[in-house]
């Protein structure tokens, strides 16, 4: 079993529609990363969460240390929205561990 | 600020031939790091550096060889391609060496390699 579980896998929505993505992990950790992978391959940072709650525009990530689950909300989604998302999380020390990544389509 | 550069963006191997991927950053950050990324699987980890001078290996070091000779760059060497090498490779660096948790992770554009 994976460290980083993340679903669905896949996800198509429609435009305006209110989107989750989850991610469990296993192990003790000292933060988790929230990433957006654009269809051209590049991969930029979102979120880096310890605790509770942050709020980006249209994204909202949350955590839950004792349930081991973190949530990334998209409120009002838009074709734009369409990427891979993914989740890793820090255990300290000098590495991440990856999540698979969902891949998220938005329909106009 | 250019960010993290990698180059090539493709290239294509026959097997037993050698290459070097190039990554720099301009951005100063003491922490730099290769993963590749293959279809089904989260990023892996290959090698990654804290500082000029030290290197060390990550969770898929095997075929692979890094230095770090600058703060700037870090070259990943591919000492015999193979395979199952084919991937595509993310360099990507973060501004301090300890609290790599905590930091913000900069992703080059990745570079997607073919061994024939």
């Known amino acids: 079993k994976n460290e980083v579980e993340q679903s669905p896998q896949n996800l198509t929505a429609q435009e305006g529609e209110f989107i989750t993505i989850n991610c469990s992990y296993s192990v003790g950790i000292s933060a988790l990363h929230w990433l957006q992978q654009h269809p051209g391959g590049g991969i930029v940072s979102l979120f880096m969460l310890s605790s509770g709650k942050k709020k980006h525009g249209r994204l909202i990530a949350t955590i839950n240390i004792q349930e081991k689950h973190s949530s990334l909300h998209i409120t009002a989604s838009h074709p734009r929205d369409s990427a891979v998302y993914i989740c890793?999380?820090?255990?300290?020390?000098?590495?991440?561990?990856f999540g698979e990544g969902t891949q998220l389509t938005v329909n106009p | 600020n250019a960010g993290v550069t990698q180059t090539p963006k493709f290239q294509v191997l026959k097997t037993g031939q050698s290459m070097t991927l190039q990554c720099a950053q301009d951005?100063?950050?003491?922490?730099m790091s290769w993963y590749r990324q293959d279809p089904g699987m989260g990023l892996r980890l290959i090698h990654y550096?804290?500082?000029?001078?030290?290197?060390d290996q990550g969770e898929v070091p095997n075929g692979y060889n890094v230095s770090r000779s600058t703060t700037e760059d870090f070259p990943l060497r591919l000492l015999s391609a193979a395979p199952s090498q084919t991937s595509v490779y993310f360099c990507?660096?973060?501004?301090?060496?300890?609290?790599?948790?905590?930091?913000?992770?900069?992703f080059g554009p990745g570079t997607r390699l073919t061994v024939l």
């Open positions: 550096s804290v500082g000029a001078g030290i290197t």
């Open positions: 990507a660096s973060s501004i301090t060496a300890t609290g790599v948790s905590y930091n913000e992770q900069f």
């Open positions: 951005m100063n950050h003491e922490y």
């Open positions: 890793a999380v820090g255990k300290g020390g000098s590495r991440l561990t």
